[in-house]
């Protein structure tokens, strides 16, 4: 059901009049998938745009508008859009075969990579999604432990399977999900990631719990930010308890770093979840970790030791055509150089974007850390200076309010008509690919976004 609140708004009105060929085909889609769409995140009231293509830091739409793009494949594109290597690469592999069901030479020289870039990689598993490749965590975790349960961080979230379906919401208040048994419910634990405290209290005194699994920079790449010392403690806790740390680095893997959160803390986690970057853009996913953990998918090792070999199936496990993105982007990326960029366009994002909201006098704030930024828009009116915001010193109730100002809806479809689009968090990751003039840009459409909402009266 569409927003009551986007009814009669001028700022609506003016996206449907730019978007004229999107509308048709969400009015199509609506008759063909729930909702009109096929990923929960790219809901839009009134509707999301169609895109016809993509390039660099840019994508236009079918109907011919320009957008400075920032949800970046969902995190996928570092390079940006269509970046040379990876391209060449896909059609190269394109020409080969698309299919082998079996395996292949790229297979080997994408797990190598990985264990160069990633500290903790001592072995890897492809799987065909990040979802996947916390499953499969997930199991080896409690396979490895013999312990049942697993601990979760409010908020965080690790894919839309039956395990971590729930609390991926700071608000969450319990409840089972529908379709998801009480017993699966029952073998997660959800703390708080307010207090390194909650997690002692977890721990204290249980002798089932297999493993703790967090994103971390913090929930949604750092729009709930932890700090590292949080991390550092929590790697501190698990290994006294005897209890396995699972990092999920699905957006953070290659991203913070070319070895991830965990290369750039140096912090060694004994299982970690890859994907998005991981396969240039295409799909693609694995977990990494411990030799001795990853040894219960061997079947050698399982008959000379005498254990029961954890079964693992996939019909697009190292897909060669992913293989061949994933390759010629591990290569671009092991310098750090395109790392370092994506977080230097960011800094100047976040730093042009609160000069506009200074300048405006909005108390909103722009934040984030590596190639991530967000906006803070202050649901509850505190005084803040958007210049010296830190999400990193506010609680947990401050910031899990952070995009819930009642006028967000309306600001992301204001960015889109001023031709950038942002998620509806709202804020973005950033590219390599992205320019100086892409900055001035984004900073352009956010104080004319700002007007617009100003002449509604939502600001």
């Not at 009669?8 to 969400?26: D, L, M, Q």
């Not at 680095?249 to 965990?262: I, K, L, M, Y």
């Not at 970057?277 to 030791?305: C, M, Q």
């Not at 005498?306 to 390759?327: C, D, E, L, R, W």
């Amino acid at each position: 059901m569409p927003d009551s609140s986007l009814t009669n708004s001028k700022i609506v009105a003016a996206y449907r009049e730019k978007t004229p060929g999107s509308a048709a085909r969400a009015e199509q889609a609506r008759e063909i998938f729930p909702s009109g769409i096929t990923h929960d995140s790219r809901k839009t009231d009134p509707y999301g745009i169609y895109v016809a293509r993509a390039e660099g830091s840019r994508k236009w739409d079918v109907d011919g508008n320009e957008y400075v793009d920032y949800f970046g494949g969902h995190g996928a594109l570092i390079l940006g859009h269509n970046h040379p290597a990876v391209m060449a690469a896909v059609h190269g592999q394109l020409d080969l075969g698309t299919h082998f069901g079996a395996s292949h030479e790229l297979e080997v020289e994408w797990g190598d990579l990985i264990q160069q870039l990633v500290p903790s990689a001592e072995k890897v598993r492809f799987t065909a999604s990040g979802t996947e490749a916390n499953l499969m965590a997930f199991r080896l975790a409690r396979a490895f432990t013999g312990k049942t349960r697993i601990v979760r961080f409010l908020s965080h979230f690790h894919g839309w399977q039956d395990h971590v379906s729930f609390a991926n919401r700071a608000d969450y208040e319990g409840g089972v999900p529908p379709g998801v048994l009480d017993g699966i419910v029952e073998g997660m634990v959800v703390v708080r990631p307010d207090a390194i405290e909650s997690v002692r209290e977890a721990l204290d005194g249980r002798d089932d719990i297999a493993a703790v699994i967090l994103e971390p920079t913090g929930a949604s790449f750092g729009q709930l930010p932890l700090d590292r010392e949080f991390v550092a403690e929590l790697r501190r806790i698990t290994e006294r308890h005897g209890i396995l740390l699972i990092f999920d680095e699905v957006v953070t893997g290659f991203r913070v770093a070319p070895g991830g959160a965990q290369a750039h803390y140096g912090i060694a986690p004994d299982l970690t979840s890859l994907a998005k970057i991981l396969s240039g853009g295409l799909p693609g996913g694995a977990v990494a970790g411990r030799r001795d953990i990853l040894d219960l998918l061997d079947f050698e090792v399982a008959e000379k030791k005498g254990f029961t070999k954890i079964a693992h199936q996939g019909t697009y496990n190292a897909n060669p055509v992913s293989a061949a993105a994933g390759v010629a982007a591990l290569k671009e990326i092991a310098s750090g150089e395109v790392c370092d960029r994506a977080s230097q366009q960011t800094a100047k994002i976040r730093a042009a974007v609160n000069d506009v909201l200074a300048d405006e006098g909005v108390p909103w704030a722009c934040y984030g850390d590596h190639s991530g930024f967000y906006f803070f828009t202050n649901p509850e009116g505190l005084e803040i200076d958007p210049k010296n915001f830190d999400g990193y010193a506010q609680d947990f109730e401050t910031m899990r309010k952070a995009g819930g100002h009642p006028s967000v809806a309306k600001f992301r479809l204001a960015m889109l008509t001023n031709g950038v689009d942002i998620t509806g968090k709202p804020g973005g990751t950033v590219s390599a690919a992205h320019t100086d003039e892409d900055v001035a840009l984004t900073a352009e459409a956010v104080r004319a976004s700002i007007g617009m909402l100003r002449e509604e009266g939502d600001l």
